[in-house]
């Protein structure tokens, strides 16, 4: 029997140990494994970088929530990301990334993964012809978020996997933002989800770390040969930090979209805030497309602050409720200027965002704690 999603977030990966009875799964604090005799393996477990019971438990549940054969734990989203890339990609391929993306996607792809001979191209992924017109017959990696960072746009997933699949292109969907309880892109066509961990799928603020999803067991496999060859893997403590926070999932994401929502409302009839990225508003491009792909929009919200750069600045350091802070998806709400600080490094280059935008991970205190701080934040 499938059980519901609620159900597999708190009971995936996760049988009480047979010995004891423990409910949740030991944190493994163990490099190595007793052999019985040479060779003679208990469970398969021999050294910890290639498996470890805690991070197993942790990979089986998010192979579970989002729908796949395999999940893969890594040390960080930029580590999934890196042994990502190194499997699927070598010299002379090439990759399409969204002219938005995660800063630290655009730096990997720009200043490291160009250097072993790969060739990018940026392109708005919620436009697919131009998706389309950026492929050429030597691409291996069609690359999407949706939201997308910081712009919350939304790419449509099963239109770009034909794409990527008719030049024989993976396509890989960060899902970051709207977590498998939001949406499962692995179900619309795509062949990898990647999650930054440390954001929704922790959901506390207090771990760093990342995923890969699958839903091909050959792919898989190719994956977890090079996570134990690479090495960025989850260490057993991080990896029980997020197990714990995916039990609860599901009920911070609909707080999340709840306070997501009255913020906007708020935001969209202020005289302060010139313009609102949702993709919950009618008004947004996306929205027709997010409510088929998404079950609903999501705790991220951007504006622009009328008064450009300065203003924007400003509403950010006045902010006291919303933590002035780089990262997301935790409990508590966090506000940031992208332009100088998670996308300073997009500086002068095609994927450099508006200098007036402020970006809202909108948390689940209370929304008239919320509500009234940004008020206070964007007064004159
Ligand atoms: C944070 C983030 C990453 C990188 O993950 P880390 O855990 O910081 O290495 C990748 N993609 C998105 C969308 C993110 O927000």
């Known amino acids: 029997m499938v059980h519901g999603f ?28 007793a052999q019985d005799g040479v060779g003679g393996l ?27 054969s395999r999940g893969l734990a890594f040390a960080s989203g930029m580590a999934a990301e890196d042994t990502l890339l190194r499997t699927v990609m070598g010299p002379g391929d090439h990759l399409v990334i969204p002219d938005d993306a995660y800063g630290g996607t655009y730096r990997l792809v720009s200043r490291v993964v160009e250097r072993w001979g790969v060739s990018w191209t940026s ?38 996997a034909d794409a990527a699949h008719e030049v024989g292109a993976l396509l890989v969907v960060d899902n970051t933002f709207a977590t ?8 619309l066509g795509a062949d990898v989800v990647v999650h930054s961990t440390t954001k929704y799928c922790g959901g506390h603020s207090d771990v760093v770390g990342g995923a890969l999803v699958v839903a091909d067991d050959e792919l898989g496999e190719r994956l977890a040969f090079h996570q134990n060859a690479i090495g960025g893997v989850a260490g057993p403590f991080d990896a029980w930090l997020v197990l714990r926070g995916l039990k609860t999932l599901a009920v911070r994401m609909e707080k999340h979209c709840d306070n997501a929502e009255r913020v906007v409302t708020a935001l969209m009839e202020h005289p302060r805030v010139a313009d609102v990225l949702y993709p919950g508003m009618r008004t947004h491009p996306g929205h027709h497309l997010a409510r088929q792909q998404m079950h ?15 203003a924007a600045v400003q509403v950010c350091d006045r902010a006291q ?23 300073a490094s997009a500086a002068g280059s ?28 964007l007064q004159l």
């Open 350 to 377: 095609p994927l450099e965002v508006p200098e007036d935008l402020v970006r809202l991970s909108v948390g689940i205190e209370s929304i008239d704690d919320i509500l009234i701080d940004l008020e206070q934040a």
């Open 321 to 343: 409720v919303f933590t002035l802070g780089e990262s997301l998806g935790g409990v508590e709400s966090l506000i940031e200027h992208p332009g100088r600080m998670t996308h």
């Open 123 to 160: 392109a708005p992924v919620s436009d697919v012809d131009a998706v389309r017109a950026a492929l050429r017959p030597e691409t291996k990696v069609v690359w999407v978020e949706t939201p997308t960072n910081p712009l919350l746009n939304i790419a449509d997933v099963e239109m770009l």
């Open 6 to 33: 609620e159900t597999r977030a708190i009971h995936a990966g996760q049988e009480p140990d047979p010995r004891t009875g423990a409910v949740i799964p030991p944190i493994y604090a163990t490099s190595t494994y």
């Open 42 to 68: 208990r469970e398969g477990y021999e050294y910890s970088r290639s498996a470890n019971p805690t991070r197993v438990a942790l990979e089986e549940c998010l192979a579970s929530l989002e729908g796949g």
């Open 180 to 187: 498998p309880y939001l949406q499962q892109p692995l179900f």
């Open 296 to 310: 609903r929009f999501g705790g991220m919200v951007a504006f622009r602050v009328a008064g450009g750069e300065e």
